[in-house]
């Protein structure tokens, strides 16, 4: 190029000589990179470091069911099952398929098969709930003890033969067994994960074997006096459960898999043609489980979208708020029970002292929320320290209670053991609400859970209690200890 101090004699002579240059041409503009579906926080710190090659599960939202399909097609995964209800689809392959995945359109929201644990470390009098069995009546006539209700239990499974679940004519309560199938790629014929299995099945036998069974015994067990005086059975022992069984994985497309198989069954859990008399609706659901640690809540998730659905059409879901203790420094709360929808109800552990007293104190083991961020608390307490349930001694949970007792029979020997954690807390709840339900069968999920966090028992130890809203409630036990018979009243 010629400098601009020449003269311009001399560079009209230059030029002169001079072949014409053609112009340089415009660059091309750079191709905008896509914009990449977002991902949950786990799946973001896993998909940061992983190998191309390394295998993963997701959760594939889409814009509806047949775009996240699409993208799954089109992405080389396969699929495991689909969430129809909230455009889903669970997918397995491989952490670069899923890389290309959040390029595709139609692809939303993508989260990890995040592992899950059971809150559990190794009744009913201080909660009122016996009391409401005893002294309340629907208005039939019928018991307060969750007759006319199905209660769902996702967990390990259950053993349908203990004699916690027989009712007085000896048939077991247990009207739907289900039992989860999908720990990776494979796909049962009917694109479901939950398989039927007969309600004479044991299916609480695998490595967190036990943990169901004792759940259900606190949530629905039958009434009895054992024969050392042990007075045992659930809050709600008139109601009907169903079971479903989260696998041999305890992984989060098996939970949400469970969760959606109550969202498209809960009317008629046994089938259309069974009669509401012999298979109730299910009502609410007990979920004492969670990631170790808590976390953040995520609205965008599977499990928050499911349990929304299901508050919107009659159901609640009730979760065990966590095992990780706390000093209200951080939350370590379990992350779908911080969801502020009503009737979603997060549950720490209160411990009576084994006296039935209502002035005990917070589980040491019990997950605080952050003193700072209310919308990490708990809602309620219940007793979840040292409780007495069903469990046999030969599966694992139950040989960790290390305190069997004797069941009714001659031949039910160790079949109760003692086992303590938010997950014991948690299914008090989840029968006091069957038992609501069936003082008030036409209540909202809203309306009971206004009912249980009003006429809570403010115990004082602890943390004190603030204003948020509505409730004077507390970071470390929510708005207090359960009383059944007082939320009964407020709800009729």
């Not at 009669?275 to 109730?280: D, E, K």
Request: charged letters at 15%; a negative charge; glycine letters at 12%.
């Amino acid at each position: 190029m010629f400098s601009r101090n020449f003269r311009i004699a001399v560079l009209a002579a230059a030029l002169a000589f001079v072949p014409a240059v053609p112009a340089a041409a415009t660059p091309a503009a750079a191709t905008p990179a896509p914009e990449l579906a977002p991902v949950s926080t786990t799946l973001a710190a896993t998909l940061d470091s992983a190998a191309d090659t390394m295998p993963m599960t997701v959760l594939v939202h889409g814009t509806d069911l047949a775009a996240a399909r699409a993208a799954v097609e089109r992405a080389g995964l396969t699929e495991v099952t689909t969430f129809r209800r909230i455009g889903v689809v669970a997918a397995a392959g491989t952490a670069g398929q899923v890389r290309s995945l959040r390029a595709l359109a139609g692809v939303t929201y993508v989260e990890g098969n995040d592992p899950l644990s059971l809150f559990a470390d190794s009744g009913t009098v201080a909660t009122r709930s016996l009391e409401a069995q005893q002294t309340l009546v629907d208005d039939d006539g019928t018991p307060l003890d969750g007759t006319g209700v199905s209660v769902a239990i996702i967990d390990s499974g259950i053993d349908p033969t203990h004699p916690a679940f027989q009712g007085p004519d000896g048939a077991t309560r247990v009207v739907r067994s289900l039992k989860g199938v999908c720990v990776t790629e494979n796909e049962p014929p009917d694109g479901s994960c939950l398989v039927d299995v007969p309600t004479s099945v044991d299916t609480d036998l695998l490595a967190q074997g036990g943990h169901g069974t004792h759940v259900s015994g606190i949530a629905a067990g039958s009434p009895y006096t054992l024969p050392g005086g042990e007075v045992v059975g659930g809050s709600a022992p008139g109601s009907r459960i169903v079971s479903l069984s989260m696998g041999a994985a305890l992984l989060i497309v098996g939970a949400d898999s469970a969760l959606n198989w109550v969202l498209e069954n809960h009317d008629a859990p046994c089938g259309a043609g069974v009669s509401p008399a012999v298979c109730p609706p299910i009502k609410v659901i007990n979920n004492s489980y969670g990631p170790s640690g808590g976390g953040a809540f995520d609205p965008n998730s599977a499990t928050v979208q499911l349990q929304r659905l299901l508050a919107a059409e009659g159901v609640v879901t009730v979760w065990a708020n966590g095992n990780d203790g706390g000093d209200g420094s951080e939350s370590l709360s379990n992350p779908p029970g911080m969801d502020p929808t009503p009737g979603i109800i997060s549950v720490a552990s209160y411990n009576d002292q084994g006296t039935g007293t209502r002035d005990g104190g917070v589980s040491d083991f019990s997950s605080r929320g952050a003193a700072a961020d209310s919308s990490t608390w708990p809602d309620i307490s219940a007793p979840g320290e040292n409780i007495l349930s069903s469990c046999r001694l030969y599966l694992p949970i139950c040989a960790s209670g290390l305190q069997p007792v004797n069941g009714p029979g001659q031949a039910d020997v160790g079949t109760y053991n003692v086992i303590s954690g938010t997950s014991m807390a948690t299914p008090q709840i989840t029968g006091i609400v069957a038992q609501l339900f069936q003082d008030k069968p036409s209540a909202t999920p809203a309306e009971i859970e206004d009912a249980l966090m009003s006429t809570a028992y403010r115990f004082t130890a602890g943390a004190p209690y603030q204003q948020v809203g509505p409730y004077l409630t507390s970071y470390d036990k929510g708005a207090g200890l359960v009383d059944t018979v007082a939320a009964a009243n407020a709800l009729s």
